[in-house]
């Protein structure tokens, strides 16, 4: 069974520094690119930053040079390091493994709020 468990989340003032962390359960992990998404309140959700299997990673423009996203393959987690934290950037954050050839999951989401 695949349990992704999302932590880190948080009250930060602007321009500080939070990092997410997304531990998964089970043996697909090293198989699996993974995302962090993020949805505000009345928006859609957003998809903030990937990272294949190889490490290769994307972001959306609007995080470029303040998040990176990681992974550490021997504890089966990815990271998101948030920095220059903005009142925009205040979502629940999701973390969504995606498996080769199965069907992605998710997890339960963790709050992060950026005072001005």
């Known amino acids: 069974q695949v349990r992704l468990v999302e932590s880190g989340g948080g009250l930060v003032q602007a321009g500080g520094s939070l990092r997410l962390s997304c531990a998964v359960s089970g043996t697909i992990f090293k198989i699996s690119d993974v995302a962090w998404y993020r949805q505000a309140p009345g928006k859609q959700r957003e998809l903030v930053a990937t990272i294949t299997t190889s490490a290769t990673t994307n972001y959306v423009d609007s995080v470029k040079g303040r998040f990176t996203i990681s992974r550490d393959n021997a504890k089966n987690t990815v990271y998101l390091q948030m920095t220059s934290l903005k009142p925009e950037d205040t979502a629940v954050y999701y973390c969504?493994?995606?498996?080769?050839?199965?069907?992605?999951?998710w997890g339960q989401g963790t709050q992060v709020t950026v005072s001005s």
């Open positions: 969504n493994l995606r498996p080769r050839n199965l069907v992605p999951y």
